[in-house]
């Protein structure tokens, strides 16, 4: 079964800064890999995802993530973060065939301090 | 296009009774997935309809249940509430082509509350 680890739970970062979160994956092949973002109270959007090709993926936002298949990693990264990022982003894979089945790490929550 | 839809956005019910959460997908999605989001759970697969057939479901007692209309849209049906059934429940969908799915689109849940 496949399994995602989000190792960092809360990030404080300043405006303008850069900004990576992580996420290591587990899974026999190559999955299929999404990163969300939460506002509170609020549903899931999608920022990016990796199905297969250029392992650097540009998302919205200009958030952009790098698969890295030797080291089982999805990272997450934006250049400079503004303040209207903070939020909580899930990283999640879905395997072939059930791409929407997915399963998520716990959640990072990001603060932006101004 | 709009987005995909859920109902009610709030709904509180008594341990013991039931809960009807309802999901409209996306025009032309055929899948609709459920997720419970409880605090200090995470997010967790629920269940998953295509095409009116439930294909997965996840770790969850027969008490959580669900159908999809012949229009896509879903329910998710809780019997016999408990308290640690409170949670945000997102719905998603996602477009089956050629039989295989892509991305999920998420609404912005349905928060369940039991009391």
């Known amino acids: 079964a496949q399994s995602v680890t989000q190792p960092d739970i809360h990030i404080t970062v300043s405006e303008g800064a850069s900004l990576e979160l992580r996420c290591n994956y587990s899974?026999?092949?190559?999955?299929?890999l999404f990163w969300y973002v939460q506002s509170p109270g609020q549903g899931l959007q999608l920022l990016l995802k990796?199905?297969?090709?250029?392992?650097l993926v540009q998302g919205i936002k200009g958030f952009e993530a790098e698969f890295k298949r030797s080291q089982s990693s999805f990272n997450l990264r934006k250049p400079s973060v503004h303040w209207s990022d903070a939020a909580e982003y899930f990283c999640?894979?879905?395997?072939?065939?059930?791409?929407?089945?997915?399963?998520f790490g716990t959640g990072t929550r990001l603060q932006v301090t101004l | 296009e709009a987005g995909v839809t859920q109902s009610p956005t709030h709904l509180i019910k008594t341990r013991g009774q039931q809960a009807t959460l309802r999901c409209s997908p996306i025009?032309?999605?055929?899948?609709v997935y459920w997720y419970q989001q409880a605090l200090g759970l995470g997010l967790q697969f629920l269940l998953w309809?295509?095409?009116?057939?439930?294909?997965n479901r996840g770790n969850f007692p027969p008490r959580f249940s669900g159908r999809q209309f012949p229009n896509y849209s879903s329910e998710l049906n809780v019997n016999a509430l408990e308290l640690e059934d409170s949670a945000l429940y997102l719905c998603?969908?996602?477009?089956?082509?050629?039989?295989?799915?892509?991305?999920?689109?998420f609404g912005q849940g349905t928060r369940l509350t039991v009391v």
């Open positions: 998603a969908s996602s477009p089956n082509r050629n039989g295989r799915n892509t991305e999920a689109f």
């Open positions: 899974y026999g092949a190559t999955p299929y």
């Open positions: 990796y199905f297969s090709g250029d392992t």
């Open positions: 999640a894979v879905g395997v072939l065939g059930t791409a929407s089945k997915l399963t």
């Open positions: 025009s032309g999605h055929t899948s």
């Open positions: 309809y295509d095409e009116g057939e439930e294909r």
